[in-house]
């Protein structure tokens, strides 16, 4: 019988994870469906126990459910609560189990396949939703320094507050980032989607610096912002997307799809 996948979100239209879902599966054989499902802002439990009344057996959480999935689910990994944040459920029984795999998305994507060396690196993270919370002690444990800054500054000093004890990670606005220079630059922030950027000044980039956009499918004003700014090496977040859904697809299905045919396919569309 097949097996029910989706991918919950708001909005939900623009994701490519039922293409890349699909092309797992042929791949490895596994007779699976995988759709997108857009949930009411205020409806997302309600939308997760429909899936699960009707026999779902895991999906993946995007913007702006990360952290309601986290409180949903009964069993959590270390990732998700590293990133107090979830983007892959699997429903077992009575039980929601939740998983974090957008960090370990994001360094397969700047490591194997940009390879572009992380080690020692000084990160900038602008935004300090769900993504940023799930990609940051990732990185920190990847050795890399980290500023993380935001719209609302209290969100960016509790992500960075997590890391007293183990490491230091600041927190700032945007206008407090003037005169610093960084190797790599990411942005977390959703801004991409209402076609923003967030106030940025000038001269961010360090020689050789790498900006990295998650958002994917559109030329963002950040990567614009990126470009005109000299920034080395330019990413959007298609390839951590790829990422991240090949080991949410290795936890549903206990088999680990090869993600460079999928990647090509998708820069072929
Ligand atoms: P959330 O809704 O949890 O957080 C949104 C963040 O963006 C907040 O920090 C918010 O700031 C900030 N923001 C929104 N609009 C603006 C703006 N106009 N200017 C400045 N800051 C803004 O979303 P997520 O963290 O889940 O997702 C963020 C982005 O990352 C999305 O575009 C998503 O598609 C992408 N993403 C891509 C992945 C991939 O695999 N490639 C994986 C995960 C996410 P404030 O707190 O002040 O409201």
Not at 5 to 23: C, Q, R, T, W
Not at 112 to 138: C, E, R, T
Not at 208 to 218: E, I, N, S
């Amino acid at each position: 019988m097949t097996d029910k996948y989706a991918v919950i979100g708001n909005p939900i239209s623009h994701s490519k994870s039922p293409f890349i879902h699909k092309m797992f599966a042929q791949q490895t054989g596994q007779d699976i469906s995988y759709e997108a499902i857009e949930s009411p802002l205020e409806g997302f439990a309600e939308t997760i126990a429909r899936l699960r009344a009707e026999g779902y057996k895991g999906c993946n959480v995007t913007v702006p459910f990360k952290f309601e999935a986290y409180q949903l689910a009964t069993q959590r990994s270390g990732r998700a609560n590293d990133a107090n944040a979830v983007n892959t459920l699997i429903f077992e029984g009575d039980q929601i189990l939740g998983d974090n795999t957008d960090g370990v998305g994001l360094l397969a994507d700047i490591e194997k396949n940009i390879q572009y060396p992380l080690f020692l690196k000084d990160a900038l993270i602008l935004g300090a939703g769900g993504a940023a919370a799930g990609v940051m002690w990732p990185l920190f444990n990847a050795g890399v320094g980290i500023i993380v800054a935001n719209r609302t500054l209290e969100k960016a000093q509790t992500l960075a507050d997590a890391f007293e004890g183990a490491g230091t990670v600041f927190a700032k606005r945007y206008e407090d980032l003037a005169g610093r220079r960084f190797d790599i630059v990411i942005n977390a922030t959703s801004s991409g989607l209402s076609d923003e950027l967030p106030p940025l000044p000038d001269g961010l980039f360090k020689p050789g610096a790498l900006a990295y956009d998650m958002m994917y499918g559109k030329d963002t004003p950040f990567l614009k912002f990126a470009r005109a700014q000299g920034a080395a090496v330019i990413a959007d977040g298609l390839g951590m997307l790829v990422e991240q859904a090949a080991t949410s697809f290795a936890l549903w299905r206990k088999v680990r799809p090869d993600t460079q045919p999928v990647l090509d396919a998708l820069h072929k569309l």
